[in-house]
């Protein structure tokens, strides 16, 4: 989490004007973004009174909640197909889609030392279980197995995986050691823009599609204040710097 005076500096710069009438944004938020988005909540309810109820979760399970009638006001996905799918759909606020932030996979352990700087440790295999999300329903799971095939180890990682149902799930089962590495979101890893703790290796882009991550209001928040005043929020340079020092890119 961020420290206090940060989110104070970056609200105080922030030029958004206060809102007599402050309402309620529900936000659907993929799990590799759930730090930022604690911290971008915070920053919403002192610069403008609005509140961000959060709710953390794989990206194509939120979709499916969202067509089943989910009372979500803003989706912040972990890829840019979902949200286009509702905007063609006609699920969305036309015009509200934009890509807040790009993400980069890593290769985690929580064990100092025990991945190195160039995931050799893969090709070693000297591990029992690694971890990943489900691909069917988080982008990094998607791309953590693109990247095993690229580099010719799926067929023998196979029998070591263990899948979690969210890039949240995955991270914990590292954390706690039910898997001694995984794929995770280098987002999940930092803390004030260093390793939290553990080893890592950056998985190199090539290996895997950018994982293009898109934001959109969805129909039901048509004329919502909240959620305008979150995705001007989200659009905020000053935000932008928040978020790419939890390790994502942003344009």
């Not at 799930?169 to 954390?175: E, L, P």
């Amino acid at each position: 989490m961020r420290p206090i005076r940060t989110l104070l500096t970056l609200a105080a710069a922030l030029a958004l004007s206060w809102s007599a009438h402050a309402g309620t944004v529900q936000v659907a938020v993929a799990a590799n973004f759930t730090e930022p988005a604690k911290a971008l909540a915070a920053v919403l309810e002192k610069t403008t009174g609005h509140e961000a109820k959060l709710s953390f979760g794989a990206s194509g399970a939120f979709y499916t909640q969202i067509k089943n009638g989910a009372p979500f006001d803003v989706f912040l996905s972990a890829d840019d197909e979902r949200p286009a799918r509702l905007e063609q759909e006609g699920d969305t606020v036309p015009g509200t889609r934009f890509t807040y932030a790009t993400g980069q996979l890593v290769l985690w352990s929580a064990k100092p030392g025990f991945v190195d700087d160039k995931g050799e440790v893969l090709k070693g295999g000297q591990f029992n279980k690694i971890a990943v999300a489900n691909p069917k329903n988080a982008p990094y799971g998607a791309a953590a197995v693109e990247a095993m095939n690229k580099l010719g180890l799926q067929a023998a990682l196979q029998p070591k995986l263990v899948t979690g149902e969210s890039i949240g799930q995955t991270y914990n089962f590292i954390a706690t050691g039910n898997a001694e590495l995984g794929f995770v979101a280098l987002s999940q890893v930092l803390d004030g823009g260093k390793l939290k703790g553990g080893s890592m290796w950056l998985v190199p882009g090539h290996l895997h599609a950018p994982i293009v991550q898109d934001a959109v209001v969805l129909r039901r928040a048509q004329g919502n204040a909240a959620a305008k005043a979150w995705m001007e929020l989200l659009r905020s340079p000053r935000t932008k710097d928040l978020i790419r020092s939890y390790g994502y890119s942003v344009q």
